[in-house]
C-alpha cells in the first residue's frame, strides 16, 4: 500500500487567498483525521470524518476552515481566506477502526505571507 | 477528559547508551497508547502501541515502551541508542470508548532526541 497520500506537499500563498489541501487515505480505512502542527501548540486534532462523514469539526479554528471528504479515497481542508497565522504543517491520518493505529501522512507545510 | 504530558522537551545521549523518553498520561478510564517518531521534514510514523496484555510493548526499529498503571506512564526506551535515532517522539493517549472528541488522539508536545557519536 502507497500509504496515506497528501498534496501538495509545499504551499507558498499571500493572506487573503484560498489554498486547498488533499488527502488520500489508505484503502480500507474508513476513519480520517486532519491535524495540525505549530511550534506553539503542537499537534491539534482539527476534524475526523468516519465512513465519509464529518464525526467532530470542533478543532476547526473558524469558519474560514472547512473540510469534506466526497468518498472514501478523497479529502480536502480548504482555508478561505487564508492568513498568516495559518502557516502550519497539515497532516492527514487514517485508520481502519477508531481503536487502532492512525497512519500519517507527510504533511502540507504551509506558509501565508 | 485525556492529556498527555512529555515533561522533558529534549533528551541527549551517547550512542550505545540506553535511552528513555518519558511520557504520562490522564484519561478517564483504560487508555490506548501510542508512540510516533517524526524525522525532520517527514510526517510521523508509528513506533508501538499498548492496547491490552503485557505492560512490556515492544515496537519498531527496537524501541519497546512500559505500561504503568500505578505511575500512568508509558516511558519509550531502547537498550542501545543509535545516531540515526535522533528525532522528534511523540505519545499519545485515548481514552477506550468515544469522548467529547471522538476517537482523535491527544499528543504530547514532543521530545527532541539527540544522539551523539
Known sequence: ?113 | AQSVAQPEDQVNVAEGNPLTVKCTYSVSGNPYLFWYVQYPNRGLQFLLKYITGDNLVKGSYGFEAEFNKSQTSFHLKKPSALVSDSALYFCAVRDRGPTNSGYALNFGKGTSLLVTP
Open chain 1, 1 to 113: 500500500d502507497a500509504g496515506v497520500i497528501q498534496s501538495p506537499r509545499h504551499e507558498v500563498t499571500e493572506m487573503g487567498q484560498e489554498v486547498t489541501l488533499r488527502c488520500k487515505p489508505i484503502s480500507g480505512h474508513d476513519y480520517l483525521f486532519w491535524y495540525r502542527q505549530t511550534m506553539m501548540r503542537g499537534l491539534e486534532l482539527l476534524i475526523y470524518f468516519n465512513n465519509n462523514v464529518p464525526i467532530d469539526d470542533s478543532g476547526m479554528p473558524e469558519d474560514r476552515f472547512s473540510a469534506k471528504m466526497p468518498n472514501a479515497s478523497f479529502s480536502t481542508l480548504k482555508i478561505q481566506p487564508s492568513e498568516p497565522r495559518d502557516s502550519a504543517v497539515y497532516f492527514c491520518a487514517s485508520s481502519r477502526l477508531p481503536q487502532e493505529t492512525q497512519y500519517f501522512g507527510p504533511g502540507t507545510r504551509l506558509l501565508v505571507l
